[in-house]
């Protein structure tokens, strides 16, 4: 499976600058790409092309040829930044796990999610937990291409350790195409086996 | 250069518990911290370091004396040797004791930047915020704009200006730089290292090991509210040897840059505290004396620890 | 509070339920004595007329001798059912119109903006004495006429609660999923909605009890064979100026009384139900 951008070019409004101009990229299964830069210069915009949630001004995302499925569970999920924004304030949390359509007792384990929490409100709990939801949920719907956007910026080292390891098991298990965006150099070069950085 | 001078702050077994409901009608207390022990000196950076809701921004809040209504404390706090009293907090503010805050929201949205910065007491300091500005790298039409039309690090850049315009003697910073690279964050600091170079006493409050690497003097680990240890910076980054709580080696060895080894078990609730050590119910080397009851602040070959173990 | 009370603290919860069990006790009493109260209790007795208040009537007597404190009560049941049935029609209408202008195209937002727009801006009294006449008088045009004047400002809430939602990044994240709008509507929104329509209602309920008396007092609403309080206060201002106070009073009251209840009732459970005010306490320092 080959996802790719094709000279995408997007910005956020006719009179802002543009902030992706006629950009390239492409993963296929199986492959670990970080995006390294520091913050400014487009590296969520073009994680969130890619799995969907922007169309670009000019040029092309595709998956296998085609265009990104709009109705579905996406195979291409995209895991944000900040979790509490990416989580119903008003839903307990074991909501969030069934919405992403299965249960998987590995998964939940490795990312050191406990039974207690599953009842419980996202206001209850930190964001280093929160997020180990939402890598569960997508972990769990069965993705062939993951895009972590900064997604242990906001945590501690050991939290950041605990995520990623699991994500790495499973990307191994299932081949998956994985593409880190961070701004951190160490993180990328112990995680990715290809670093592009687009600051250049 | 540092610990030559008496400390600017000491707090000494700080207490901070809030009332919340519970199911139904019940309140309970949440001990947000707890036996808190930090020293800051003049012409030092402490980093305070620990995971999201470990309770370490409240800790910015108690010494402001900005806490909510319902938070009881405990402790106490010293400022060059004498008690921080609520009054005395209140005349601190702002102008001896400066904050810089987490994030955007801290800004009035419906005035210009270079209004808030000035503050509202006259003379307003205009030349002075103009001369901190340009050392920050802003653009000088910035004063004229509003909050909403400053990129992140922007904003980043403008709260710090608030406490540098104050020439307070302690300044606080509550995760100054979240998000930005090493780089940036580093130039956006480079202000609070020379203030403290010149003598003012800094306490980084952050979450990001690296950042209390390359900026701190010196490091206080956090953990569920209470301070487990402080060693050197230049101790933490020789390695996991030089540590002495096993939460401060795990730290160590789940950096990227380490064994990227990750440590099982999670941080107890302010709600659901166990008796003794809080990080018993984690540790490989507990002992029963260890849940018995919590373990003093030691002092340690350069450091403080609070452990059964420590050697 | 806590010192009228002579008691330990109570928190901002004990006050909630305190309040509802207060007003919903007042106003269950209030339905259901309405109703159970046989017509002969409140029935002419001219030999009674115009007695002031006592042991043996309450509230006094009026003109035609009637007891007022069983008139007034089963004109509050009367005055309650039309104040609840319209805020609950008027709710749904907001809701759905609401929801309409918000997940709809720009053309149908625009449109449902004018229109309420509109109907706020004509005067309620105006408006609801012209749909009443239409539907011709009575309970029916009475419950058409306020449920159609009072729709607007919660389908406004509605509204901009949906189009905030709508941009939230957890919804995204759920059509990623393969959530359909329907499903996101009711699993993601409605729970955000729900509290937000239930203080509405509420709030509602106040404003549809004081517009029916008002309409009743000017003739245009329920007949006088069903009283309702408008009703009593219309025909009770004519005696006020030969001394006799109490037919005019007393239902005044007793309305006024309600509808700040109710009202209370409403900013509490505002106050509870958004989660940055729910842990307030009530300031004891």
Sequence with gaps: MRLEANKV??????????????????????????????????????????????????????????????????????????????????????????????????????????????????????????????????????????????????????????IWNTILAEARNRNMGLIIVTHNYELARKVADRILDISR | MISDQPAIL???????????????????????????????????????????????????????????????????????????????????????????????????????????????????????????????????????????????????????????????????????????????????LTMFREMADAGKAVILITHDIDLAFKFADRITVFYAGTTVETVSTHDFQTGAAKLHHPYSKALWRAMPQNEFESFPGFQPYAGDLPKGCLFSPRCPHKIPACEAAVPEMRTMKGGEVRCCHAT | MNQILNCRTLNHRHILVLFTSIIGAMVIMAFLSGKLIPDAAAAVNISQKNLAPSLQHLFGTDWLGRDLFFRTLKGLSTSLTVGVTASLISAVIATLIGIAAAMGSKIIDSLISWLIDLVMGIPHIILLILISFACGRGLKGLLIGIAATHWTSLARLVRAEVLQLRSQQYIAVSRKLGKSNRWILIHHMLPHLFPQILVGVILLFPHAIIHEAAISFLGYGLPPEQPAIGIILSESTKYLSSGVWWPAIFPGLTLIIIVLLVDRLGDHLKLLLNPHTAQEQEDTH
Excluded at chain 1, 34 to 55: D, E, H
Excluded at chain 2, 133 to 147: N, T, W
Aim: proline letters at 6%; a positive charge.
């Design chain 1, 9 to 162: 070019s997007f910005r956020y409004d006719k009179k802002q600058p543009w902030v992706l101009e006629e950009k390239n990229f492409a993963i296929s299964s199986g492959e670990k790409i970080a995006i390294l830069a520091p913050s400014g210069y487009g590296k969520s915009t073009l994680a969130m092309l890619l799995a969907g949630y922007l169309q670009p001004d000019s040029g092309t995302v595709r998956l296998n040829e085609e265009p990104l499925p709009t109705k579905g569970v996406s195979p291409v999920q995209l895991i944000f930044q900040h979790p509490e924004k990416a989580i119903n304030p008003r839903w307990r949390l074991h909501r969030v796990l069934a919405e992403c359509g299965s249960l998987r007792e590995d998964v939940l384990s490795g990312l050191g999610i406990q039974k207690a929490w599953l009842d419980r409100f996202p206001i209850e709990l930190s964001g280093g937990e929160l997020q180990r939801f939402c890598v569960a949920r997508a972990l769990m719907s069965g993705a062939d291409f993951l895009i972590c956007d900064e997604i242990s910026t906001m945590l501690d080292v050991i939290t950041q350790a605990q």
């Design chain 2, 10 to 188: 000491e707090v000494s077994a700080l207490s901070v518990s809030f009332r919340m409901y519970d199911k139904g009608f019940d309140q309970k207390d949440l001990k947000v911290i707890s036996n808190l022990n930090i020293t800051v000196h003049p012409g030092e950076v402490l980093a305070i370091v620990g995971s999201s809701g470990s309770g370490k921004s409240l800790l910015a809040s108690a010494i402001m004396g900005l806490l909510p209504n319902n938070a009881a404390i405990k402790g106490s706090m010293h400022y060059k040797g004498q008690p921080l009293t609520p009054n005395r907090q209140k005349l601190l503010r702002g102008t001896e004791i400066a904050f810089v805050p987490q994030s955007v929201s801290y800004l009035d949205p419906l005035m210009k930047i270079g209004k808030q910065v000035d503050g509202y007491k006259k003379p307003y300091p205009t030349e002075k915020r103009r001369a901190i500005f340009r050392q920050l790298s802003l653009p000088d039409d910035i004063e004229k704009k509003y909050p909403y039309q400053l990129s992140g690090g922007m904003i980043r850049r403008v709260l710090a200006a608030t406490a540098l315009i104050t020439e307070a003697e302690l300044i606080i910073a509550d995760e100054p730089t979240p998000g930005m690279s090493l780089d940036q964050a580093l130039k956006a």
